[in-house]
């Protein structure tokens, strides 16, 4: 908490140093390397307007949003990962609409993208600066195993008892990513449920309407497949304290320590390259294939919302929601980062791997990342649920009823999100 009451009081200081200059303040989630990128599209802005940004990274950014606001001084734009807060924030009329700023953009963005850019509102609220592909299960194509893509959650679970059964780890796992510890195990179960129940019983559940004693068989369904004795690598517990971006490393050590990874498009490609840059380079020797029956794709997003009116915080925006804008992130990055921009596809030719993330992306039916819509409290439940879910899979039945009671507490609340789900 000390680290976050600092984080505010040195990034709320001087939010108003802009008022008489060519300015535009941006807030967002990225530090270290992906700050340096944003950066970079940043400056790309920069050449062309004239408008100089000054852009302020903190991984508080909704406790840093929160703040400045409250104190009257929010930055022109900021980028946040959770629609649902955004959509709190136009509710209260302190988040401008972007109709009139981006105009139509219908032969940019699918009518999937364009309605969940909505937050749930009746007009456009936000500009998807990045995005994502949840749902991939990674692995190297020259690993022992035999990792052939498999048809049914069946055949994945006897992929899986074939390897432990050889010898072989079959899953790299890791749950830790402080301050938000747990949601690479919400994405498994969120991709379970959406293949298992539906989109309809998805979008339901996401936005309050079910409780969570209705998604026991997909909890119960993951852990049956990670808790196996020699499932994971070193075992849930080890998985407890092994951090996210870490697990997959162990697939490419020799002999490999594990054999699949489950994670979202973009940190895999770019974790992996890390690891065997050549192999990742010409799309060889690393694959992916999605969840097993799945007909819809959960996604998320890196979202930006405008809190001011000037000329600027416009610029910015319709900037970032362009062509130009959307192709300048996967460009500067060698097409490890995704758009959802329909005419940037093109920077992904020379990758068959993430030429085919792209392409879903623009295609498929799309559900968003349930945990990025739900209130806050709801979303920090989930997570230390999965965590405690790991510890002691016997508790289940008591992990879900406080979950609903979490639900229960917020259901009289103006916070749930409901958006469009698999259309």
């Known amino acids: 908490m000390g680290r976050i009451v600092l984080a505010i009081a040195l990034l709320g200081a001087g939010a108003c140093a802009n008022a008489e200059s060519r300015t535009v303040i941006v807030?967002?989630?990225?530090?270290?390397?992906?700050?340096?990128?944003?950066?970079?599209?940043?400056?790309?802005f920069t050449a062309v307007s004239g408008i100089d940004v000054d852009y302020r990274g903190t991984r508080a950014v909704e406790q840093v949003l929160a703040h400045d606001l409250q104190r009257g001084a929010p930055p022109d734009v900021a980028v946040l990962p959770n629609p649902g807060i955004l959509a709190a924030y136009a509710r209260r009329?302190?988040?401008?609409?972007?109709?009139?700023?981006?105009?139509?953009?219908?032969?940019?963005?699918?009518p999937q993208w364009l309605r969940l850019q909505e937050v749930g509102q009746d007009q456009r609220f936000a500009v998807a600066v990045k995005v994502d592909v949840k749902g991939a299960f990674w692995y190297r194509t020259e690993n022992p195993g035999e990792v052939r893509p498999p048809d049914t959650w069946g055949d994945l679970v006897a992929l899986s008892e074939r390897m432990i059964a050889a010898g072989h780890t079959p899953w790299c796992l890791g749950m830790g990513s402080p301050p938000t510890s747990g949601w690479p195990g919400t994405d498994w179960i969120e991709v379970i449920l959406l293949r298992s129940a539906g989109a309809e019983a998805y979008r339901e559940w996401a936005s309050g309407k079910r409780d969570w004693t209705s998604t026991r068989d997909a909890w119960a369904t993951w852990g049956a497949l990670v808790t196996k004795p020699g499932a994971v690598r070193g075992g849930t517990r080890a998985a407890l304290l092994t951090d996210f971006g870490d697990a997959g490393k162990h697939m490419f050590t020799s002999p490999p320590g594990c054999l699949m990874e489950?994670?979202?498009?973009?940190?895999?490609?770019?974790?992996?390259?890390?690891?065997?840059?050549?192999?990742?380079?010409?799309?060889?020797?690393?694959?992916?294939?999605?969840?097993?029956?799945?007909?819809?794709?959960?996604?998320?997003?890196?979202?930006?919302?405008?809190?001011?009116?000037?000329?600027?915080?416009?610029?910015?925006?319709r900037f970032l929601a362009s062509d130009g804008g959307q192709r300048a992130w996967p460009e500067l990055s060698g097409g490890t980062v995704f758009s959802a921009n329909s005419n940037v596809t093109d920077v992904y030719d020379d990758n068959p791997i993430t030429r085919r993330i792209a392409v879903k992306l623009n295609s498929d039916p799309l559900c968003f990342d349930a945990s990025d819509l739900m209130p806050t409290q709801m979303t920090e439940a989930f997570h230390r649920a999965v965590l405690e879910y790991l510890h002691d899979p016997t508790r289940l039945d008591r992990i879900l009823a406080d979950l609903d009671k979490v639900r229960e507490s917020l259901s009289a609340s103006d916070q749930w999100l409901d958006t469009p789900c698999g259309q």
């Open 93 to 110: 009329s302190e988040l401008r609409p972007l109709n009139d700023v981006v105009g139509d953009q219908s032969g940019s963005y699918s």
């Open 262 to 317: 489950h994670r979202a498009a973009s940190s895999a490609v770019t974790g992996y390259q890390a690891m065997q840059a050549d192999e990742m380079a010409q799309g060889q020797g690393v694959d992916f294939f999605q969840m097993p029956g799945a007909t819809t794709l959960s996604v998320s997003a890196d979202l930006a919302g405008m809190f001011s009116d000037s000329h600027e915080a416009k610029e910015l925006i």
């Open 27 to 44: 807030l967002g989630p990225w530090t270290g390397t992906e700050e340096t990128d944003f950066r970079r599209v940043l400056a790309r």
